[in-house]
């Protein structure tokens, strides 16, 4: 997200002498921490939607018709935020990394090449979005088979009882590996992630200033910009979120010992041949809801906590 914290401020001598002063520049640990709070604070408010979007989207591959009404008499309404904890996590290490390593090197690029342009926003968001997913994978994982192991039959459950539980046992039953199993999609998914919704956000939140008349990185224009990011992004990474879950949380086959899927292009051509194509978008609502509403949430709860921590600099 562009904000005018991290801008650098150009002489411009047209610009009368009432324009508002350029804000300071805040320090790289309050970049990287309100980043990480912000994506805290706004996957609490979306998790629900999360759990429900790898519900729905798992179903199919379960051979299983899923019900959102079922899913609730069945487990529960707090069943939907099973993993919160490891979701929680997962932000520390993706929000943080993602969002406050995009800042700091479009800045930095800004001072090699002079201007902060959009083909640079696409080539820094999606190297840090990579870089973030690869740091994060753990969590993700972790998060994902919580959040759909009340749904699998009985036989099948892995019954965790917590992010300690279910972190523990994955290393000990499956190994290391398995916590960066389904890394490749996840990473490819963050790349697209960094261009489709920081890079976008931080787009459109100068086209809103400029054609809107909004103020920049008001509550108003980080909303309308970060609605419009979430929509884009959440319909170019469904297919390759869909094939994160679905690799994440694969069970080997009992007779022959071998994980159904290999990788992100044999599982697309697999759920393509054999469910269709738009098998991959299984769950899009609530998975838009979950991505338009986290990226609102939290590029306000992010801009809301640097507001703040300039007020009490003041």
Not at 158 to 165: A, E, F
Request: charged share 15%; glycine share 8%; proline share 5%.
């Amino acid at each position: 997200m562009a904000t005018a914290s991290t801008s650098i401020a150009v002489t411009n001598p047209n610009m009368s002498s009432t324009s508002p002063p350029t804000p300071a520049v805040l320090p790289k640990p309050v970049v990287f921490a309100s980043s990480g709070l912000g994506g805290m604070i706004g996957w609490v408010i979306v998790h629900p939607a999360n759990t429900t979007a790898v519900r729905m989207n798992l179903a199919s591959m379960q051979g299983t018709k899923f019900s959102f009404r079922n899913m609730i008499k069945e487990n529960g309404f707090m069943s939907l935020y099973d993993g919160l904890a490891a979701g929680v996590w997962r932000q520390v290490f993706y929000a943080t990394t993602r969002f406050g390593l995009f800042e700091v090197c479009r800045d930095k690029l800004h001072d090699i090449r002079g201007k902060t342009d959009f083909a640079g926003r696409v080539v820094v968001g999606a190297a840090t979005g990579a870089t973030a997913a690869l740091i994060s994978c753990p969590m993700e994982v972790a998060t994902v088979r919580m959040s759909n192991d009340a749904t699998l039959p009985l036989a099948e459950r892995r019954n965790y009882t917590g992010m300690v539980d279910v972190v523990k046992r994955i290393y000990t039953e499956e190994g290391a590996k398995a916590f960066w199993r389904g890394s490749v999609p996840f990473a490819q998914r963050a790349a697209l992630v960094g261009v489709f919704q920081v890079a976008t956000l931080d787009q459109f939140k100068e086209l809103y200033a400029h054609y809107l008349n909004q103020k920049k990185n008001s509550i108003p224009n980080v909303f309308c910009s970060a609605m419009t990011s979430g929509l884009i992004y959440s319909i170019a990474t469904m297919p390759l979120e869909a094939a994160k879950n679905r690799l994440a949380s694969q069970k080997p086959d009992a007779v022959t010992g071998k994980l159904p899927y290999t990788s992100t292009l044999q599982l697309m051509r697999s759920v393509s041949a054999n469910e269709g194509f738009l098998a991959l978008y299984n769950g899009f609502l609530p998975y838009y809801l979950r991505c338009g509403g986290h990226t609102v949430s939290m590029f306000i709860a992010v801009q809301i906590l640097r507001d703040y921590y300039r007020s009490t600099m003041e």
